[in-house]
Structures are given as structure tokens and as C-alpha cells.
Antibody, heavy 120, light 114 residues
Framework: QVTLRESGPALVKPTQTLTLTCTFS??????????VSWIRQPPGKALEWLAL???????YYSTSLETRLTISKDTSKNQVVLTMTNMDPLDTATYYC????????????WGQGTTVTVSS | DIVMTQSPDSLAVSLGERATINCKSS????????????LAWYQQKPGQPPKLLIY???TRESGVPDRFSGSGSGTDFTLTISSLQAEDVAVYYC??????????FGQGTKLEIK
């Protein structure tokens, strides 16, 4: 059974750096074609894709946020970490991680999400 | 960047009736060498993460009821629910994955019971 779980702080202050961890099980990120993505959703708003890391350690970022994002993986721990610098109240959102496999090209299993509020 | 535009923004359909949601991309998401449309549909119920329904524009994810179907090619796509059930109330999103990396979502369509 494939599962993903997001973890990180519920509250960060403006200008701080956010670090989120996605811990997964049921698959290996060293398997060819396997990827993990981060997606966020501000309250009452649409989904926004943020970043992706693949089995070959290739990394991709949203063009609008790429200067603030860093994604990395620890295959031995089955974890993917996303950092976002210079947090702003507009970054308040639920942050999801999801598995993406090349056979479907889309995100077939999602975590439950973690809610992050940016406020002083 | 490819922009995805869904219509309508909200939709109310009677139980047992057909629901149709449209998605238009600002450029084609049909990849010639594979002849596949790089387009997915997701369903999100309140308080839940999104759920993958359809990929490659028309392939139903395992376990998704066959009343859900996807169609279209190039820039115009449709998600159809053939006979609306109460549990289908949700927000539906299309997303392209034509470019590397996976790309933008549509703005979402809220489906309610009339």
C-alpha cells in the first residue's frame, strides 16, 4: 500500500524559511519513472503545483516560485523535503505531497496535506 | 506556461443526470511521438486531498466508477459523469503534464446537486 505523509510547522512568521517533509512508503524513489511532487492549496482556492523530484534526482520547479523553492530527497529514509524561503502571508495554504509515476504521468497517490499559516 | 481554463466555474445537476465539465489548454497537450494527450482530471471532496480520476485524457484510474469518462484531444477536453450520484459532489480539476515538469491546474469546477 502506497502512503505519503506531510509534516512540518503549522505556523511560520513572515520572512522565515519553511521546511516540509514528505515521508512515504510502499514505493521506492530509486525506481525508474518514480517521482514525488509538492502541491499547495490556499484556503478556498485552486491547486498550485510547486516542485517535483524524480528517481534520477532531477528537480523541477514552478516558474513563478523557483527562486524560493528547493526540493531534495533522502532515498534511504523514504523522504522528500521542500524548503520555501521568505514566507509571506499569501503562502498560507495546505501543502500536499503526491507520488507521480511515468506510466500515468499524473499524481496517483496523495498525502492528507499539512496546513501552514504565515503570520506574525 | 500553458494555461488551463475550465468551464463552468460551478454546475448544479440533478441526481441521475449527466454532468459535463470542460477544460481548455492554451496550447496543445497532444505529444506527437506518443499520440497521447498529457491531461489528467482530479476530484476533490471537502476536507480531502485530490483524487486522480482520469489520465492520458481518457484512461480511467483503477477503482474509479465507469460513470466517469474523459474525452478530447489537443486543446479541448471534457470530463463527463454519466449519471450523477450524491457522492460525486466535489470540485473537479484538470491538469496538464505536457511540459517538463508537470504543469498547471485549471481553476476548478464545483459540482453540486440541483
Amino acid at each position: 500500500q502506497v502512503t505519503l505523509r506531510e509534516s512540518g510547522p503549522a505556523l511560520v512568521k513572515p520572512t522565515q524559511t519553511l521546511t516540509l517533509t514528505c515521508t512515504f512508503s510502499g514505493f521506492s524513489l530509486s525506481t525508474s519513472g518514480m517521482c514525488v511532487s509538492w502541491i499547495r492549496q490556499p484556503p478556498g482556492k485552486a491547486l498550485e503545483w510547486l516542485a517535483l523530484i524524480d528517481w534520477d534526482d532531477e528537480k523541477y520547479y514552478s516558474t513563478s516560485l523557483e527562486t524560493r523553492l528547493t526540493i531534495s530527497k533522502d532515498t534511504s529514509k523514504n523522504q522528500v523535503v521542500l524548503t520555501m524561503t521568505n514566507m509571506d502571508p499569501l503562502d498560507t495554504a495546505t501543502y500536499y505531497c503526491a507520488r507521480l509515476y511515468s506510466s500515468s504521468g499524473s499524481m496517483d497517490v496523495w498525502g492528507q496535506g499539512t496546513t501552514v499559516t504565515v503570520s506574525s | 506556461d500553458i494555461v488551463m481554463t475550465q468551464s463552468p466555474d460551478s454546475l448544479a445537476v440533478s441526481l441521475g443526470e449527466r454532468a459535463t465539465i470542460n477544460c481548455k489548454s492554451s496550447q496543445s497537450v497532444l505529444f506527437g511521438p506518443t499520440n497521447k494527450n498529457y491531461l489528467a482530471w482530479y476530484q476533490q471532496k471537502p476536507g480531502q486531498p485530490p483524487k486522480l480520476l482520469i489520465y492520458w485524457a481518457s484512461t480511467r484510474e483503477s477503482g474509479v466508477p465507469d460513470r466517469f469518462s474523459g474525452s478530447g484531444s489537443g486543446t479541448d477536453f471534457t470530463l463527463t459523469i454519466s449519471s450523477l450520484q450524491a457522492e460525486d459532489v466535489a470540485v473537479y480539476y484538470c491538469q496538464h503534464y505536457y511540459s517538463t515538469p508537470p504543469g498547471t491546474f485549471g481553476q476548478g469546477t464545483k459540482l453540486e446537486i440541483k
